[in-house]
């Protein structure tokens, strides 16, 4: 069934106005992938915040124009499906990645992040990239830390003013 021009034009909007947004892209080849396993994909993606969109190739160029993913452009050959991080830049890498530990038949083909594209090798540095919520955990606990390190430094003298009052005490029972 063919697509009118209408329904290419919606399609090619929609695809540009997540990218717009966007904040990294994956590319990957889902040749090979039955119904269910397509199916199973979307839900992960929905769940793990990804817009994931089997877009043919020229739609995908339209889309892509003016975006920081046009990048990609010259790169979309062959069946591709394209997954879009929207809450974290990491998120679309993960969905991908750990959906093809399981199915061999997805393979990632080019990522992009920041309006550049990058190699297919590359999805494993951006799925371990740390979710809004760790990095922030991380940046408190830096934070954090000459805090705390300067109240143990001041309560340093007095403990140990204590452990050696008790040693002496104890030393005196014992005698």
Same mark, same amino acid.
């Given at each position: 069934?063919?697509?009118?021009?209408?329904?290419?034009?919606? /399609?090619?909007? %929609? $695809?540009?106005? @997540? #990218?717009?947004?966007?904040?990294?892209?994956?590319?990957?080849?889902? +040749?090979?992938?039955?119904?269910?396993?397509?199916?199973?994909?979307? =839900?992960?993606?929905?769940?793990?915040?990804?817009?994931?969109?089997? @877009?043919?190739?020229?739609?995908?160029?339209?889309?892509?124009?003016?975006?920081?993913?046009?990048?990609?452009? %010259?790169?979309?050959?062959?069946? !591709? !499906?394209?997954?879009?991080?929207?809450?974290?830049?990491?998120?679309?890498?993960? $969905?991908?990645?750990?959906?093809?530990?399981?199915?061999?038949?997805?393979? =990632?083909?080019?990522?992009?992040?920041?309006?550049? #594209?990058?190699?297919?090798?590359?999805?494993? +540095?951006?799925?371990?990239?740390?979710? +809004?919520?760790?990095?922030?955990?991380?940046?408190?606990?830096?934070?954090?830390?000459?805090?705390?390190?300067? $109240? +143990?430094?001041?309560?340093?003298?007095?403990?140990? !003013? $204590?452990?050696? /009052?008790?040693?002496?005490?104890?030393?005196?029972? #014992?005698?």
């Amino acid at each position: 069934m063919a697509l009118t021009p209408d329904e290419k034009r919606a /399609i090619v909007a %929609e $695809v540009a106005e @997540v #990218a717009k947004d966007a904040l990294s892209a994956v590319a990957a080849e889902y +040749r090979g992938l039955t119904v269910e396993e397509m199916t199973e994909l979307r =839900v992960k993606a929905r769940q793990g915040g990804t817009y994931l969109r089997v @877009v043919k190739n020229t739609l995908a160029r339209r889309a892509l124009e003016g975006t920081d993913f046009e990048c990609m452009s %010259e790169q979309l050959t062959g069946p !591709l !499906l394209l997954a879009f991080s929207q809450e974290d830049p990491g998120c679309a890498a993960r $969905v991908v990645k750990d959906f093809a530990k399981g199915h061999p038949n997805l393979m =990632v083909r080019m990522v992009s992040v920041g309006g550049e #594209a990058l190699p297919a090798a590359d999805i494993e +540095r951006l799925a371990n990239l740390p979710t +809004r919520d760790q990095a922030i955990a991380m940046l408190m606990g830096v934070m954090k830390a000459p805090v705390e390190k300067f $109240v +143990r430094t001041l309560a340093e003298p007095h403990a140990k !003013l $204590v452990r050696t /009052i008790a040693a002496i005490r104890d030393q005196k029972q #014992a005698a």
